[in-house]
């Protein structure tokens, strides 16, 4: 009979190797972002194992989060694009959210979140807001060169060249990356994490993360944080400085990293989470790339509405105002305070 239980030290190996042969599996479903989100967040992982005859048959990653701002809730992939319920069928999956459903109302949870490449089902509610591309690899950097949509990728990369901006690569590059992060996102009025919790995605992925920075003279004024898994490479966060955004650092950055994944023989570029037709969703259009759904699907259980902590929600228009005029050594203090609680 198929039971569910949590994840225990001495079936950490089991785990992995069930997440590393299913081929829906991503970044999330990897017991070192579990680690990334506890030790920087302090968050409490639920991690269900879906068991028959003491094999696994699925798994859902599942964080408790207790916000001061947003409730109680759980949701998987924290800080990450999608990773959601891995199942080899639909009993399985069906045992999972139950499960989930129930620590939920253990938890006094307002609802849970499961965010996937593909749809849950099981009664859960849905939420198509979001896509992400994905950028075919292996054909060669030629071949995605030339599949660009129009001209303006490439004008970008040559703009950027003609300039003098220069790339770096290196785990060194750390701080230089989150100071950049730190200005960018202040600009958009949005929180931002800082340097702990990038120094901890480096600990827990130290082969697999990359830093990419671009320099204009002797300043650093655009980055990328990368991690590979699988075949895929994903754009986990891109940041630049306003004022050199005219010399388009991000675009060379983004194409020097696709062209390294080419060499190394990844099938993907991942460039992660846009909602639909918005200004990201079309940026990232003109790769080459196909916009692939999310599904964001819910469970309420004391909740009455779906959750919306898009920046776009009319209620956080006043933040968002306001956070955008802070100094920014204020943001950086207040950044993780608030962060913690947006996953």
């Not at 269900?48 to 207790?66: E, N, Q, T």
């Not at 060249?161 to 958009?188: I, N, P, W």
């Not at 194409?255 to 037709?277: H, I, K, P, Q, V």
Request: hydrophobic share 45%.
């Amino acid at each position: 009979m198929m039971h569910v239980v949590l994840l225990t030290p001495d079936r950490e190996k089991e785990w992995q190797r069930f997440v590393e042969a299913s081929p829906q599996a991503t970044l999330a479903h990897l017991l070192g972002w579990r680690n990334v989100v506890e030790k920087t967040y302090r968050h409490t992982p639920y991690y269900m194992m879906a068991v028959h005859k003491s094999s696994i048959a699925g798994v859902l990653p599942l964080f408790l989060i207790r916000s001061p701002l947003f409730g109680r809730f759980l949701v998987t992939a924290p800080y990450l694009s999608y990773g959601g319920l891995l199942a080899n069928d639909a009993q399985a999956a069906g045992v999972l959210v139950e499960a989930a459903r129930e620590v939920a109302l253990q938890q006094s949870a307002k609802y849970v979140e499961i965010r996937s490449l593909m749809q849950v089902g099981q009664g859960l509610l849905l939420k198509e807001m979001y896509c992400t591309f994905l950028v075919p690899l292996h054909e060669g950097p030629d071949v995605v060169w030339n599949r660009f949509e129009g001209g303006r990728a490439r004008k970008a990369i040559r703009r950027a060249l003609k300039s003098g901006v220069v790339v770096e690569r290196g785990h060194h590059l750390r701080d230089q990356f989150a100071d950049v992060v730190s200005r960018h996102m202040r600009d958009l009025g949005t929180p931002f994490h800082r340097v702990p919790f990038y120094q901890s995605i480096i600990e827990e992925f130290p082969e697999q993360a990359e830093i990419w920075m671009a320099r204009h003279g002797d300043r650093y004024i655009a980055g990328v944080l990368l991690v590979a898994c699988k075949e895929t490479i994903y754009d986990l966060y891109a940041a630049d400085l306003r004022e050199y955004r005219a010399v388009a650092p991000t675009s060379l950055l983004l194409w020097e990293a696709m062209r390294s994944a080419c060499d190394r023989g990844f099938a993907y570029f991942d460039f992660g989470r846009s909602r639909w037709d918005s200004g990201t969703f079309f940026f990232k259009r003109q790769w080459g790339g196909r916009p692939v759904p999310l599904f964001y699907e819910y469970h309420l259980a004391l909740a009455r509405n779906l959750p919306d902590m898009d920046p776009t929600n009319a209620s956080f228009r006043w933040a968002i105002a306001l956070w955008k005029r802070l100094p920014v050594f204020v943001a950086k203090a207040l950044g993780p305070l608030i962060i913690r609680d947006i996953p």
